[in-house]
């Protein structure tokens, strides 16, 4: 849900969650509405929130049990702080609304399609749900891999721009800085397993797969040893039961480059899932050079 305001010559606008009418009495006091404030551009601890504003620390503890419970604020993030577990809290969305009839159906909203289907809860309501990791271009890992897949990541970033209406922060990470804390969240993953190390950890949980160098598909059984050859799984988070992964990744540089190409070119195909299971959303394809110059610049779908 967006609330849109035009302005001038532009139209500005923001995520909004709706709540009920009952959730406006935690919104009413001075002190509320400040510590609102002070959460909404960063995640904060209530006590350094407390410090902050110059009030009792009890103060601000009842305001974010309330807000949370109304469905306002959220968990953002869960540090470690003097041996226990601090919770930052964040809002639930930047703006909120109430709305005082039901809602009304509106025919020049687009239907649903299975290509918007795919892509949750990657993006949900226009806006981007997932850390997106490439592997690090500085040496790094047992075989000391420097990643050139990553620059591909900026085609797919572009791709998925188009079904976005807002970006509220930076949402792309190398290998290298992930944290564990991250690793619980949607994930797109771009590139293999010896250049990104997040994918070699759930490599062996997809149904396609590397192995011993090669893609394997456990679909088909079918072993695919080319260079050029990639594939785009969707699948759960084997880090964590409530969110997804995204997987594009190839057996070189070049096979990433393919499957990213599928996803501009054949993005239908990879909605449809795999041929042999169509409730498996995992794909593999071969790029190939068309015009001779030794760069993949199109790709076929082989399951």
Do not use: C
């Not at 923001?14 to 510590?35: H, M, R, Y």
């Not at 509220?168 to 991250?182: A, G, H, M, W, Y």
């Amino acid at each position: 849900m967006f609330v849109v305001k035009k302005e001038k010559n532009e139209v500005l606008s923001l995520p909004a969650k709706e709540i009920k009418f009952s959730s406006l009495k935690n919104l009413g006091t001075e002190l509320a509405q400040k510590i609102l404030k002070s959460i909404s551009e960063e995640p904060k601890y209530p006590a350094d929130i407390a410090k902050e504003l110059k009030v009792h620390e009890q103060k601000v503890y009842y305001h974010i049990r309330n807000l949370e419970k109304a469905g306002i604020i959220k968990i953002a993030k869960k540090e470690s702080k003097q041996g226990a577990i601090a919770n930052y809290y964040a809002l639930a969305e930047p703006s909120f609304v109430v709305p005082f009839k039901e809602f009304q159906k509106d025919q020049k909203i687009s239907q649903v399609t299975n290509e918007s289907e795919f892509l949750k809860p990657f993006i949900e309501n226009g806006q981007l749900n997932a850390i997106i990791i490439v592997g690090s271009p500085d040496p790094h890992g047992q075989d000391k891999a420097r990643s050139r897949d990553g620059y591909y990541g900026i085609d797919l970033a572009l791709f998925l721009g188009t079904f976005l209406n807002y970006v509220p922060q930076f949402n792309v990470k190398l290998d290298t800085e992930v944290r564990e804390s991250d690793l619980e969240k949607n994930l797109i993953l771009i590139g293999g397993p010896i250049t990104n190390k997040v994918m070699e950890r759930v490599n062996g949980k997809l149904p396609i797969r590397f192995e011993n160098g090669n893609i394997k598909s456990t679909l088909s059984n079918q072993l695919y040893p080319e260079d050029e050859t990639g594939f785009i799984v969707k699948a759960k988070n084997p880090f964590s039961k409530d969110s997804s992964i995204l997987v594009v990744a190839g057996k070189r540089f070049a096979g990433t480059r393919a499957a990213i190409i599928a996803f501009l070119k054949g993005f239908k195909k990879i909605a449809q899932g795999n041929i042999h299971n169509p409730s498996i959303k995992a794909k593999v394809v071969e790029g190939v050079d068309l015009d001779s110059d030794g760069i993949v610049d199109d790709v076929e779908f082989r399951e």
